[in-house]
């Protein structure tokens, strides 16, 4: 569908880096379904270069994952390109994506993520030198502004291409929305308008028709969605379908999530270890029973879940009763 660089794209689908959520595991999943490129939640350049083990897991790669887009944060120069480099050098990501879009505070003390966008010249000088140092598409992930006085998204993705990025991804949520209010899709449109590179648009595609709207309100290349994969990577898999077909598919049974939903935690188990893998699973078994009926008392459980077997008898104990429900209905009917 598009390209970024030479890393050819099969639809307009991405899945946005998120912290805490995107490691090997999920990623895999969400491929699985049909995105068309996953990108790995921000590590940190201190992180790379100190050799700090835990950031360096988080480096890791599955083949079946790729393309991938492998995303480090900083706020100096001199850090992000060493970095860079070595990401290059010791991974196989086919992308390496700048954060300029994190709103977290403890990231913006560092000068980094959404702190870059108050300058467009900063950012020329970061990409052009990342640029520089590798042979890889170098991307960046950003805001439209750091608040509604300092919007200067049209200025900064010139400066992205101007500095040989080869793509964009706009949030359009300024730094101090965080992930309140509404994501502005006007301001996608003005910087798809003003730049020849990709632009990926982001915030609130929440259903397949979001996407599809999006891509024509704003003319972008592509989609990325983020929280609404969580714990429905269906979500990816029904707009791809949407976007190709115009027909829009069911969501998934109850029973299918669950099975996913141990798919997954049977990969981070894979990934972490058994221990780490299921504090981790809490949320994001919480996730993949949202809108399910009678879900509260399932998902207070899952909060003492310590085994992948506690996890796996929770969830079918929990999909048997909703079945149950489901066959008295039926007979009520």
């Not at 990577?233 to 029973?255: A, C, F, N, Q, S």
Request: net charge negative; aromatic share 6%.
């Amino acid at each position: 569908m598009f390209k970024i660089g030479d890393i050819e794209l099969k639809n307009p689908v991405v899945l946005a880096p998120m912290a805490g959520v995107c490691n090997a595991a999920f990623r895999l999943i969400v491929k699985e379904f049909g995105a068309a490129l996953v990108c790995a939640e921000m590590v940190s350049d201190k992180g790379i270069l100190y050799k700090n083990e835990k950031t360096l897991d988080m480096l890791y790669i599955d083949e079946r994952e790729k393309p991938l887009s492998l995303q480090i944060f900083g706020g100096e120069i001199e850090t992000l390109v060493e970095a860079a480099k070595f990401v290059e050098k010791n991974t196989t990501a086919d992308i390496i994506d700048i954060n300029m879009g994190c709103p977290v505070p403890k990231i913006i003390k560092s000068d980094a993520g959404a702190k870059w966008l108050l300058d467009p010249d900063k950012i020329y000088e970061v990409v052009a030198a990342v640029v520089d140092a590798v042979d890889k598409p170098v991307t960046v992930k950003m805001r439209m502004g750091w608040d509604d006085d300092h919007i200067y998204a049209v200025e900064n993705a010139q400066a992205v291409e101007r500095a040989g990025g080869k793509a964009v991804a706009l949030h359009g949520r300024t730094r101090v929305q965080m992930y309140e209010g509404t994501a502005n899709w006007d301001i996608i449109k003005q910087v798809k308008e003003a730049v020849n590179i990709p632009v990926i648009g982001n915030g609130d595609v929440k259903t397949p028709e979001d996407a599809k709207r999006m891509l024509e309100m704003t003319g972008c290349d592509g989609v990325m969605i983020g929280r609404a994969a969580l714990g429905d990577p269906w979500m990816i898999y029904r707009t791809v379908h949407y976007l190709e077909t115009g027909e829009l598919m069911d969501p998934p049974t109850p029973k299918e999530k669950i099975e996913v939903c141990l798919l997954h935690a049977d990969r981070l188990i894979q990934l972490k270890g058994e221990k780490l893998a299921i504090m981790e699973m809490r949320k994001h078994a919480a996730w993949y029973l949202k809108g399910l009926r009678g879900n509260a008392k399932v998902r207070n459980a899952l909060n003492e879940c310590e085994t992948r077997e506690e996890l796996e008898s929770l969830l079918r104990e929990y999909i048997a009763t909703l079945e149950a429900k489901s066959e008295q209905d039926i007979a009520v009917v």
